[in-house]
């Protein structure tokens, strides 16, 4: 620890070789599940096979009702929202911080998102909500970013009393818990992201949930036409007729990915209880340091920890910058410290700026600012996100990033001027 700082011409204190982080952890088991549905059947119209098997345990898990597989995340959003008939007219509240395709599919449905500022969590601010609420207002989206679940109790509160629908964007939060309640169970429908990366991985893929029956069907149609919705519909269901069309989009999931979560998902408990662990760890050590606030969880929620996000605060290292501590870590040797680049404030995205040359309807009715969500640009600013390793194995590594941590920040007056 006494060598000038790595970035300054030290010696690294990580000096280990790459990959320091690989999800989801695939093994023998996981290869015989793929190479098993391989030889079984590469296509899947209908609900049966892996797809029935892994909707099953989704809904299980979760306690709900119906679980649809989709291709992506972004596919499970665009079929969650159309069956909640969100469309033109209706002005829906999200997150302004989240990950872009949280709101996109209500563009393509032309509806109105109105963004909303985070908290000092970084997930919605209750209050922020209140105040975007007019007569238009139809749903209310969370996010539970980074696998923390945003505090859905006050949320679900404001959407009961207003009469707005509460959908939840999990895509970060498989099996993250709130007194033993499910993330993804809490309003009338929520959708989930299986990309490659995400607590729950498919590689690929994405899922639906809910208790709704109709909410379902309408799932679907949107997203499974033909055998699959005349399988499932009622034949006496008015919306039968279409069935065999549905609304003319497919969002089916490919078997060989379906095979890849549902190996996945009966260890995911495990994993998380592995994740706790060490994100314990990491938050106990980090927190003695000046210069990071590590995240607090309030008691009985559980988090999926998709990842640990660590807020800088540089005036607590004289004003050092966010961008050259960074720097000073990753010459270190901590590779895996990152700070997120596509999951943004949406109102920093040109998209959110200047919709109209992609989506001509929305002229006039969207056009955000820098500046606009004050909370969500510092806290995204200041955002220093570390995988949360979960095997006890990456403990020594997991040491080693906190080692870098507390080098930089003894060091820091190195690096000013
Ligand atoms: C990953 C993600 C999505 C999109 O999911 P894909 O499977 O990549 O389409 C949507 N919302 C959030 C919050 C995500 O993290």
């Known amino acids: 620890m006494n060598s000038p700082l790595a970035l300054l011409g030290g010696e690294s204190v990580i000096t280990r070789g790459e990959p320091h982080f690989s999800w989801p952890p695939l093994d023998a088991q996981s290869e015989a599940a793929v190479v098993r549905q391989l030889h079984h059947s590469i296509s899947i119209y209908d609900r049966s096979g892996v797809v029935e098997r892994l909707e099953n345990e989704l809904c299980e898990y979760h306690g709900i009702a119906h679980a649809v597989l989709t291709s992506s995340g972004t596919a499970a959003l665009h079929a969650m929202y159309t069956a909640c008939g969100l469309g033109p007219g209706d002005e829906v509240i999200v997150p302004a911080y989240t990950f872009f395709a949280t709101v996109t599919p209500l563009l393509h449905l032309g509806a109105t998102p109105v963004l909303a500022d985070c908290d000092e969590s970084g997930n919605l ?4 909500v209140v105040r975007r609420i007019t007569d238009r207002t139809k749903a209310l989206i969370v996010t539970h970013m980074w696998g923390v679940p945003a505090d859905i109790r006050a949320l679900k509160a404001i959407a009961d009393k207003h009469g707005l629908m509460l959908l939840e964007d999990a895509s970060h939060a498989h099996g993250a818990s709130i007194d033993g309640q499910r993330a993804g169970t809490f309003g009338q429908a929520a959708a989930f992201s299986m990309n490659g990366p995400k607590p729950l991985s498919a590689g690929e893929g994405g899922f639906v949930l809910t208790d709704d029956d109709e909410i379902y069907y ?3 149609l949107c997203s499974q036409y033909n055998k699959r919705c005349r399988g499932e519909l009622p034949r006496d269901h008015p919306l039968y007729d279409y069935a065999l069309t549905g609304m003319g989009l497919k969002f089916r999931i490919h078997p060989l990915a379906a095979s890849i979560a549902l190996d996945q998902l009966g260890r995911l408990d495990d994993h998380l209880t592995g994740r706790a662990t060490i994100a314990t760890h990491l938050c106990e050590r980090l927190s ?14 559980r988090a999926s920890w998709y990842g640990l996000p660590l807020r800088y605060v540089s005036t607590e290292l004289g004003g050092l910058a966010v961008e050259r501590f960074h720097e000073a870590l990753r010459a270190e040797g901590c590779r895996e410290v990152d700070r997120p680049g596509s999951t943004c404030p949406l109102n920093l995205l040109p998209l959110f700026q200047r919709p109209e040359p992609l989506f001509a309807g929305y002229g006039g009715k969207m056009s955000y600012l820098p500046g606009d969500f004050p909370m969500a640009e510092t ?3 200041n955002t220093l996100k570390l995988p949360v390793w979960h095997r006890s194995e990456d403990l020594p ?11 930089v920040i003894e060091n820091y007056p190195d690096l000013l001027g």
């Open 125 to 128: 601010d209750p209050k922020d």
């Open 218 to 220: 309408r799932v679907l």
């Open 288 to 301: 003695e340091l000046p210069g990071i606030v590590v995240p607090k969880l309030p008691v009985g929620v």
């Open 379 to 381: 806290i995204h600013r």
């Open 397 to 407: 590594l997991v040491d080693e990033y906190i080692n870098a941590f507390q080098k």
